[in-house]
């Protein structure tokens, strides 16, 4: 299971780190793993939580105290088989999005390495 980093959890939601650790300080069943040189890691069931938190905090502007509580809610007592399937399909989209992501680096590090290259060097003898 993949972890994130804040920056990478930070760059998929479109939050700044200072709420995410903000959130964390708030929110009591919100608590990421730490690595042993204290950083933050994610797995992805927390990706989805703190997207749903995000959704109903600020994209419904329920701020950050109502978007707990509902959220809290959702959690405890609501449909389960449902949300079992709800959150297996948001985990997929999740995992699509950061897989997503890294193809993306992973294209403009070949792109930028392809443009540094072709000033240092002539390619097959053309100019």
Known sequence: MPYLSIGQLE???????STLRFWEKSVPFLTPM?????????????????????????DKRYGLRRAQRLLEFELLYEDQD????????RDGILLLMLESEQWQEAYRNFAKELCDGAEDKTLDGFH
């Open 11 to 17: 760059r998929l939601l479109s939050v700044p780190a």
């Open 34 to 58: 730490r690595t042993k040189s204290g950083r933050r890691t994610y797995s992805v069931s927390e990706l989805g939580l703190i997207s749903r938190l995000k959704h109903l905090a600020l």
């Open 82 to 89: 449902y949300r079992a399937e709800l959150r297996a399909l």
